[in-house]
């Protein structure tokens, strides 16, 4: 069955740049119909969805993110990647990969991520 | 963004209780909607999606309801393998945002 496993350096310093891959395995990145996102969680706290790339290309990010955040994918390596630039202590999280999926009801597409990686943890600090 | 807002933050109830999550969106949101489970130290597994539709594989002790604003997840039997964190997601609009979490653990 499709995995997913995030990888990247646990530990970044202040305004450097975070960058993770999550490397899909079992199934291959450039599925038509599904698509690729980026969530986090700061330690005891809840879920961030941050953004997403479809096998398009096209991406979406969340728009405090969008400054610093890109997202990209290399179908070569079947992974996507996500770039945060000039870092911050409030970056600090556990970074979760999942897959998008969608559910057509009503004309409409229900979207969902139904399968997620382990995360990572990474630590902004000098 | 859509705020989605969650009730309770925590609950506490007992092996075979059933419970019931409420999830509340700022704006109209048709059945844009999924739930999510996660326990410590794991990363989040989908339960329901389209607001009412099992995942495969989850149990028919979970059930979903609603559309447009508010939601409900109900467990039903609760076991010692679903005390964990519950999170609602809107699907929208983007940025797709998550309620705060309801934390249902063992009284």
């Known amino acids: 069955q499709v995995q997913l496993q995030e990888s990247g350096p646990g530990l970044v310093r202040p305004s450097q740049t975070l960058s993770l891959t999550c490397t899909v395995s079992?199934?291959?990145?450039?599925?038509?119909?599904?698509?690729w996102s980026w969530i986090r969680q700061p330690t005891g706290k809840g879920l961030e969805w941050i953004g997403r790339i479809y096998t398009s290309g096209t991406t979406t990010y969340i728009p405090s993110l969008e400054s610093r955040l890109s997202i990209s994918m290399d179908t070569s390596k079947n992974q996507f990647s996500l770039r945060l630039t000039s870092v911050t202590a409030a970056d600090t999280a556990v970074y979760y990969c999942?897959?998008?999926?969608?559910?057509?009801?009503?004309?409409?597409?229900?979207?969902?991520?139904?399968?997620w990686g382990r995360g990572t943890v990474v630590t902004v600090s000098s | 963004a859509i705020q989605m807002t969650q009730s309770p933050s925590s609950l506490s109830a007992s092996i075979g209780d059933r419970v019931t999550i409420t999830c509340r969106a700022s704006q109209g949101i048709r059945i844009d909607l999924s739930w999510y489970q996660q326990k410590p130290g794991k990363a989040p597994k989908l339960l329901i999606y389209a607001a009412s539709t099992l995942h495969t594989g989850v149990p028919s002790k979970f059930s979903g309801n609603g559309s447009g604003t508010d939601f409900t997840l109900t467990i039903s039997n609760l076991q010692p393998e679903d005390f964990a964190t519950y999170y609602c997601?809107?699907?929208?609009?983007?940025?797709?945002?998550f309620g705060q979490g309801t934390k249902v653990d063992i009284k």
């Open positions: 999942a897959r998008g999926n969608k559910f057509v009801s009503g004309n409409y597409n229900r979207n969902f991520l139904d399968i």
């Open positions: 997601l809107q699907d929208y609009k983007y940025p797709w945002t």
């Open positions: 079992g199934g291959s990145v450039n599925s038509g119909g599904f698509f």
